[in-house]
């Protein structure tokens, strides 16, 4: 494949090397083509963003980002980082992905995880969920999308509720925390990916773990809170994930208007009216709590 081949070329040139091999791809993710690739008898990551991925992710930010975590050795080590075009080389972690796994049966380790993390004297930038939400709604407007009314319905919904949560303490949060990037290597859990960090709730972390199944973010929930979750407590991870999945929908809708179903034999717009079930069926829930 081509990417493949430019790949080994750029890992050739970084490491000052010539034997280079693609051992295979990573899975997961809508947004980036990363691959496992062995130089000099070493394994690294190379990351090529995808199509408009500068869209959603401020590359000075995430390379700041990885800096500031550093301190948490929670992370693989960046080798390299291009900041024009988002393309990563780090280590790679050798080790079982989460989402490989029996999720659940590793709450305790990931609630003490993000616990270090929530409790760390780390400042991130305001992540600005809300913001961001407007501005994934802007591109697919741009490209001449027009969301339904039902959507917009739900999107007056969770603005109205916002005000419920608005002064919450705000942490330093992953905000993407959803098991395709937590790596497991015996009692080593590694948190990877720090594009999308941010000051936000901490119960924005616990509802990443949604990508998995509603679920799991509510097993995960109980083992952080250290005790059954209060009818509030379920309320706000509800809320949480409900407006993740709004953002989900937005993504794989610009997904959509962009030409990736073609181009990645995926169709997105069933992807989009999939999370916007999700959201709809949270916030239904949530009236009942």
Not at 52 to 67: G, K, M, S, T
């Amino acid at each position: 494949m081509e990417i493949e081949s430019y790949i080994i070329k750029r890992v050739n040139i970084l490491m000052n090397a010539t034997d280079a091999k693609i051992i295979k791809r990573l899975e997961g993710g809508m947004s980036n083509y990363t691959y496992v690739v062995e130089c000099k008898g070493t394994k690294y990551t190379y990351r090529v963003p995808g199509k408009y991925a500068e869209c959603f992710v401020d590359r000075y930010e995430e390379w700041d980002n990885i800096q500031k975590v550093e301190k948490l050795g929670v992370n693989n080590k960046t080798e390299y980082v291009e900041l024009r075009t988002g393309e990563k080389l780090a280590l790679y972690v050798e080790g079982t992905i989460m989402s490989n796994t029996d999720i659940v049966s590793y709450n305790e380790m990931s609630a003490k995880a993000l616990k270090r993390l929530h409790e760390s004297d780390i400042q991130f930038k305001e992540y600005n969920a809300f913001e961001r939400l407007d501005n994934y709604e802007k591109y697919c407007k741009d490209l001449g999308f027009e969301h339904p009314q039902e959507y917009i319905d739900l999107r007056k919904r969770l603005d109205a509720m916002r005000d419920t949560y608005k002064d919450i303490k705000h942490v330093p949060c992953h905000c993407d925390y959803q098991p395709t990037n937590l790596v497991i290597d015996g009692d080593k859990f590694y948190i990877l990916d720090w594009e999308f960090a941010g000051m936000n709730d901490p119960y924005y972390d616990i509802a990443c773990y949604g990508n998995a199944g509603f679920d799991k973010a509510l097993s995960l929930l109980e083992a952080y809170l250290g005790h059954k979750p209060s009818s509030e407590e379920l309320k706000r991870l509800h809320f949480h994930r409900a407006f993740q999945c709004l953002q989900w929908y937005n993504v794989a809708m610009f997904k959509e208007m962009i030409g990736l179903s073609k181009d990645l034999n995926m169709d997105f717009t069933a992807v989009a009216q999939m999370f916007y079930g999700f959201a709809k069926d949270l916030i239904e829930a949530y009236d009942t709590l």
